[in-house]
């Protein structure tokens, strides 16, 4: 009798912590779900990852915005050195 009693007490240690083991996926399982439902990491990642292209987005355009404005003034600065040089090339003529 001892075999089975044996066997039957391993069986009952088994149950209980596979009902355990069950018991602790579906409580990580609710809070996974319960973390998704109220706009879990991923979410929150993603809106991060948002707001962080509009700010580099903002970022191009002011760099955008400074290149084209150096453009402009390289160009003056080369009109006026042009007509300087051009000034005085005719002066020695």
């Known amino acids: 009798m001892a ?8 069986l009952d240690i088994a149950v209980r912590r596979l009902e355990r083991a069950t018991a602790l996926l ?7 779900a319960a ?3 109220s706009g879990g990491a991923f979410d ?7 707001e962080e292209l ?3 987005r903002g970022r191009e355009r002011a760099l955008t915005a400074a290149g084209e404005d150096a453009a402009r003034a390289l160009d003056r ?3 006026e050195i042009s007509q300087v040089l051009g000034a005085r090339a005719g002066k020695e003529v």
């Open 54 to 56: 509009d700010a580099a």
């Open 26 to 32: 579906e409580s990580r399982l609710e809070g996974l």
């Open 44 to 50: 929150q990642d993603r809106a991060m990852l948002a």
């Open 77 to 79: 600065a080369i009109t």
């Open 3 to 10: 075999p089975e009693s044996d066997v039957e007490n391993a």
């Open 35 to 37: 973390k998704a439902d």
